[in-house]
């Protein structure tokens, strides 16, 4: 017997339903979820992740981003790459860490030699 991916997920929604009306408030403000995230998951959550932080990199006024490789796993972002003045290295950096969702940042960067392209 073959059953549609569509029986399927609305069998997998009525269980989960069920499950949910049956904890009180107390059971569900204590409990932690109950799925773990999908590699898939996890892969578009950093994508998503990786992307804000580039963004909010692009926007910040004082700080040539144009050379930064922005990393994410897991929570944490790394910084790679090469800026024209060390001051921008905080910088970079504290712009990471105040993007929502980003829980560390392993800042990487380093100074552009002079002449190097």
Do not use: C, W
């Amino acid at each position: 017997m073959r059953i549609s991916a569509f029986a399927a997920v609305s069998i997998a929604a009525a269980f989960a339903s069920h499950l949910a009306i049956a904890q009180t408030a107390n059971d569900a403000a204590a409990s932690q979820p109950a799925v773990a995230m999908t590699k898939a998951d996890a892969r578009l959550h950093n994508r998503q992740l990786s992307k804000s932080v580039r963004q909010a990199l692009y926007k910040t006024k004082g700080l040539q981003a144009s050379n930064i490789a922005v990393l994410v796993k897991g929570g944490t972002v790394s910084l790679v790459g090469t800026v024209p003045e060390a001051s921008q290295i905080q910088k970079a950096g504290d712009v990471a860490q105040r993007v929502p969702q980003v829980a560390a940042v392993d800042n990487r960067l380093i100074v552009e030699e002079e002449g190097a392209q």
